[in-house]
């Protein structure tokens, strides 16, 4: 069993920044990819970012250059830093992974994005 909890959401201007936190705990370790994804109302859930074991990290065209993915392996944490945000941003953005064969999701942090 994995459990995932997302943390930092809230309520933002546009071109500000907010950092998401997602906390791992279960049978994970540093060797896990972890991925972002997000879902907007009325939208299909989105892949955001992944961060492999090895510290690979890959993004989603529309977020390039204003998120950053990163680990704490420490703390088995995993941070998504979200810079110049855009009210197209705005969607509940929830934290993945794998493991022994099962996908596991948090709950979602929501992130809103004001004009």
């Known amino acids: 069993q994995v459990q995932l909890v997302e943390s930092g959401g809230g309520l933002v201007q546009a071109g500000g920044s907010l950092r998401l936190s997602c906390a791992a705990s279960?049978?994970?370790?540093?060797?896990?990819?972890m991925d972002w994804y997000r879902q907007a109302p009325g939208n299909q859930r989105e892949w955001v970012a992944t961060i492999t074991g090895n510290l690979r990290t890959y993004f989603v065209d529309s977020v390039k250059g204003r998120f950053t993915i990163s680990r704490d392996n420490a703390k088995n944490t995993v941070y998504l830093e979200m810079d110049r945000l855009k009210t197209e941003d705005t969607a509940v953005y929830l934290c993945?992974?794998?493991?022994?064969?099962?996908?596991?999701w948090g709950q979602g942090t929501q992130v809103t994005v004001s004009s």
């Open positions: 993945r992974t794998e493991s022994l064969g099962r996908v596991y």
């Open positions: 279960g049978n994970i370790n540093s060797a896990n990819t």
